[in-house]
């Protein structure tokens, strides 16, 4: 039997190239080695964002199309929507009662969260007993489908670490060997940041979007950071020290191509601008697929919308049947 992996992401509109990179390339590739379930975490969305909805459904079509254009595929992998899957909601009740209260405190990505809520929003904003119970959530997404692993990037890692703490609890708990401690599975591919040099982020803007057009890719990466110390053309470079560019070359070019840039650079024959030129190409060709790819499914919603409701009914007899096995387990009426 093949090994399963499940993983997930809020749908907070669309997806950038960190998404990309970081996440969903690694999933792409996983797709045809595990068992695969990819999920649209709305009820996650709430947890911050519970008095902004009005964009809710769209952004989780959105995430759906990203996936989709990507080369996440319906044929081979389930994609569905949290919300759709009931019984995740009563596997997180269960798992609640189970979890200590300190297991939750002590999580360093939401302690993270709550600083950025509160940066955001004031600091008297308040942490919802439901954004306290995001890890907790967040197991029970992974171990409704009793996954072996969970492909996420290395932010989310805190959190498996908790939902092996309590899979390993329930198990103790209720004397069986029912759920698997998930591993989480990292890709290799380092961090893209972001155009100004920090992480790169939709709060940030300073992020480029799968869905960008190769105009905008083109405009955005001309605003990339470059090696400060230089003024002119003819200034010898330090690629080490360029603070963007070189970096984003070292993605997505080929070998030759960055030694070029590079030695180039160095020698004070190749200035920023021009050397942004070509990297906006590089990257618009890099996505054109994928770019084609999504307008195909911008303008057949209805087809994303079948393969969001199909995966949601096949997700839901698999935590139908680790639904059962939990109520006895528990002894529930
Ligand atoms: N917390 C994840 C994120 O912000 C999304 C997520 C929710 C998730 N449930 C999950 C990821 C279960 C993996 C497995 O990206």
């Given amino acids: 039997m093949k090994e399963r992996i499940v993983s997930g992401m809020r749908p907070t509109g669309k997806l950038h190239l960190g998404h990309y990179l970081g996440v969903i390339q690694n999933w792409v590739e996983l797709q045809h080695k595990y068992e695969s379930f990819f999920f649209v975490a709305d009820w996650h969305a709430l947890t911050t964002k519970y008095d902004k909805?009005?964009?809710?459904?769209?952004?989780?079509?959105?995430?759906?199309?990203?996936?989709?254009?990507?080369?996440?595929?319906?044929?081979?992998?389930t994609i569905y929507v949290?919300?759709?899957?009931?019984?995740?909601?009563?596997?997180?009740?269960?798992?609640?009662?189970?979890?200590?209260?300190n297991w939750v405190e002590r999580d360093p990505t939401l302690k993270d969260m709550a600083k950025i809520l509160?940066?955001?929003?004031?600091?008297?904003?308040?942490?919802?007993?439901?954004?306290?119970?995001?890890?907790?959530?967040?197991?029970?997404?992974?171990?409704?489908?009793?996954?072996?692993?969970?492909?996420?990037?290395?932010?989310q890692v805190a959190h498996i670490e908790i939902t092996r703490d309590i899979a390993r609890r329930f198990n103790n708990i209720y004397k069986t060997d029912f759920f698997n401690e998930a591993k989480?599975?990292?890709?290799?591919?380092?961090?893209?940041?972001?155009?100004?040099?920090?992480?790169?982020?939709?709060?940030?803007?300073?992020?480029?979007?799968?869905?960008?057009?190769?105009?905008?890719?083109a405009k955005k990466i001309m605003t990339a950071i470059t090696d400060r110390s230089r003024l002119r053309k003819t200034d010898l470079g330090h690629p080490d020290e360029c603070e963007v560019a070189f970096k984003y070359w070292q993605i997505f070019?080929?070998?030759?191509?960055?030694?070029?840039?590079?030695?180039?650079?160095?020698?004070?024959?190749?200035?920023?601008?021009?050397?942004?030129?070509?990297?906006g190409a590089l990257i618009n060709?890099?996505?054109?697929?994928?770019?084609e790819k999504r307008r195909y499914y911008e303008t057949h919603i209805?087809?994303?919308?079948?393969?969001?409701?199909?995966?949601?009914?096949?997700?839901?007899?698999?935590?139908?049947?680790?639904?059962?096995?939990?109520?006895?387990?528990?002894?529930?009426y």
């Fill in 53 to 77: 909805t009005e964009n809710l459904k769209n952004d989780v079509i959105d995430v759906a199309i990203d996936w989709l254009a990507s080369g996440i595929d319906p044929d081979i992998s």
């Fill in 82 to 101: 949290q919300s759709l899957i009931p019984e995740i909601a009563e596997l997180n009740v269960y798992l609640g009662m189970v979890t200590p209260q």
């Fill in 118 to 155: 509160r940066t955001k929003e004031g600091q008297n904003s308040q942490i919802s007993y439901g954004l306290m119970g995001y890890p907790v959530l967040m197991s029970a997404d992974i171990m409704m489908m009793n996954a072996t692993h969970v492909p996420v990037g290395i932010d």
């Fill in 184 to 217: 989480p599975l990292l890709n290799n591919c380092s961090l893209i940041c972001g155009l100004d040099g920090n992480k790169m982020g939709k709060s940030f803007q300073n992020d480029i979007k799968i869905s960008d057009t190769e105009e905008v890719t």
């Fill in 253 to 279: 070019g080929k070998e030759e191509q960055i030694e070029k840039v590079k030695c180039e650079c160095e020698k004070g024959e190749r200035g920023c601008a021009d050397c942004k030129r070509q990297l």
């Fill in 285 to 291: 060709e890099k996505f054109k697929e994928i770019r």
């Fill in 302 to 332: 209805d087809e994303v919308k079948d393969i969001l409701n199909e995966g949601s009914k096949k997700a839901r007899i698999e935590a139908q049947k680790v639904l059962n096995n939990i109520r006895r387990l528990v002894n529930m």
